[in-house]
C-alpha cells in the first residue's frame, strides 16, 4: 500500500492559540480515512493543511514522494480538491456553476457538456441542470459540490463534515455515493466529522483528534473494540466531557 499523503510533525497557530500539536499522518492511496473528534479540536485545520490551503506552523508534509513547498504546491493544488461544509454556489443554475471551471481551463464546450452531465449522474442529480444552485435543497447543494470535486478529476478529496444538518435520507445517499466515488474511480477520500458512526460505516482507518492532538489512529474495529487511548472510550461512548 503507498503512501498519497504523509504530514510529519505538523504544527499550526493562529496568533498564541495552538489548532494543531505535531501531528503525524499518512494517507493511504485508495482509502477512506475518517478523522474524528469534537467540535474545535482541529478538523477542519487539518483539512485546510492537507489540502494546500494553509501553511503548517512547523513540519513537513509529502505529497508521495515530493515535498510540499512553494515550489511544488501548484502541483498539490491540481491533484486534490476540499469539498467544504459550507459551499459557496454562483447564482445561477447548476449546469452553469458546474461548468464554469472547465470554462476557465478552456475545455471544448462539447466536452463540457458530456463531463458535467456525467458527474451529475454520479451524485444523482440528472434532472437538476436548469435548477438554480442557491435554491436547491441542503442535500442537494451538498451532492451539487461533489459533482464539483469530481470535475477536477482529483485523486484526493478531503469533505468536511459533508452531513452536517441533513436528514437521515439524504446523509445514507451522501455516503453511498462516498462508497462508490472511492470504489469506482479508485479515488483516496479523507473525511472529518464528529458523527462517530458515520465514521464507522465509511472509514476503512480512523483518526482520533482531540484537542489538536491525534491521540490514536487504527482501523474501525481498534478504535470501536479496543481503543488503546484511555480518552478514545469515553468519547466514542458519548461520555466525554469538554
Not at 114 to 127: D, S
Request: with cysteine; hydrophobic share 40%.
Amino acid at each position: 500500500m503507498s503512501c498519497l499523503l504523509e504530514l510529519k510533525n505538523i504544527s499550526k497557530k493562529y496568533g498564541d492559540t495552538i489548532a494543531l500539536r505535531n501531528v503525524s499522518l499518512r494517507v493511504i492511496k485508495g482509502e477512506i480515512l475518517a478523522i474524528i473528534g469534537p467540535n474545535g479540536c482541529g478538523k477542519t485545520t487539518l483539512l485546510r493543511i492537507m489540502a494546500g490551503i494553509e501553511k503548517p506552523t512547523s513540519g513537513e508534509i509529502f505529497y508521495g514522494l515530493t515535498k510540499v513547498d512553494d515550489s511544488s504546491i501548484d502541483e498539490v493544488l491540481s491533484r486534490s480538491t476540499m469539498v467544504f461544509q459550507r459551499t459557496v454556489f454562483f447564482n445561477t443554475t447548476a449546469y452553469k456553476n458546474l461548468a464554469y471551471g472547465l470554462k476557465l481551463r478552456g475545455y471544448p464546450k462539447k466536452e463540457i457538456k458530456e463531463r458535467v452531465k456525467e458527474v451529475m449522474n454520479m451524485v444523482r442529480l440528472e434532472g437538476f441542470e436548469n435548477k438554480p444552485a442557491k435554491k436547491l435543497s441542503g442535500g442537494e447543494q451538498q451532492r451539487l459540490s461533489l459533482a464539483r470535486a469530481l470535475l477536477l478529476n482529483a485523486e484526493l478529496i478531503l469533505l468536511d463534515e459533508p452531513t452536517a444538518n441533513l436528514d437521515p435520507y439524504n446523509v445514507a445517499m451522501i455516503e453511498e455515493i462516498i462508497s462508490e466515488i472511492n470504489k469506482n474511480l479508485n479515488v483516496t477520500i479523507v473525511i472529518a466529522t464528529h458523527n462517530i458512526f458515520q465514521a464507522k460505516r465509511l472509514g476503512k482507518r480512523i483518526v482520533f483528534l482531540f484537542d489538536g492532538e491525534v491521540i490514536e489512529v487504527g482501523n474501525s474495529d481498534e478504535i470501536f473494540e479496543n481503543p488503546r487511548d484511555k480518552r478514545t472510550k469515553p468519547f466514542i461512548k458519548g461520555e466525554m466531557v469538554y
